[in-house]
């Protein structure tokens, strides 16, 4: 089974600075998607970036960005410029299985940007 | 275009009593999914359906819970009776399908048991 973990159940950070959140994965698959969802307080979750692990090259949008080291199973979201937008909930997920695909959700981190 | 589409926003009832959601898909999203999300948890896999077939539902307490997703578009989940640990967000999210495409979730039901 598939298992997603989120040491940080919380952070916070100055508005403009930059903030790291952690996300550690366990698999025996070798192909899958990895996903970083943020739910504010309206509760929609929103995708606010997507890894495939096939793919080298760390995924990128605009402010956001990932640092996907495979060998270590680990998936961090780095946030630059942060903005007082950003505050909400963060939950990191990975999905597997050609045919049986299961979105599988860390515990989420709750992140405040502090004006 | 409308995206996942989930009714009611909130919903208070009565331990034993029943309960239903509903949830509508973005149009032509073949897979669709039930979510449980406990206050400060990530969600939870109840039950995920292919078009009008449940092929995951391994999570969901069938003692109680049941859904279904007639005609492969709409569907509903039903708790009969609820309970006090009911009480948690319900999403429901759908996706074309495959590993290439992202689920989008509705803003969910938030049940609370009293």
Redesign the interface.
Known sequence: AQTVTQSQPEMSVQEAETVTLSCTYDTSESNYYLFWYKQPPSRQMILVIRQEAYKQQNATENRFSVNFQKAAKSFSLKISDSQLGDTAMYFCAFLTNFGNEKLTFGTGTRLTIIP | EAGVVQSPRYKIIEKKQPVAFWCNPISGHN?L?WYLQNL??????LI?YENEEA??DSQLPKDRFSAERLKGVDSTLKIQPAELGDSA?Y?C?S?G???NT???????T?LTVV
């Open positions: 897979t999914y400060g948890q990530g969600p939870e896999l995920r092929v995951d967000v999403l999210a996706s399908g495959g590993m992202e689920a989008f979730f509705g803003q969910g938030r």
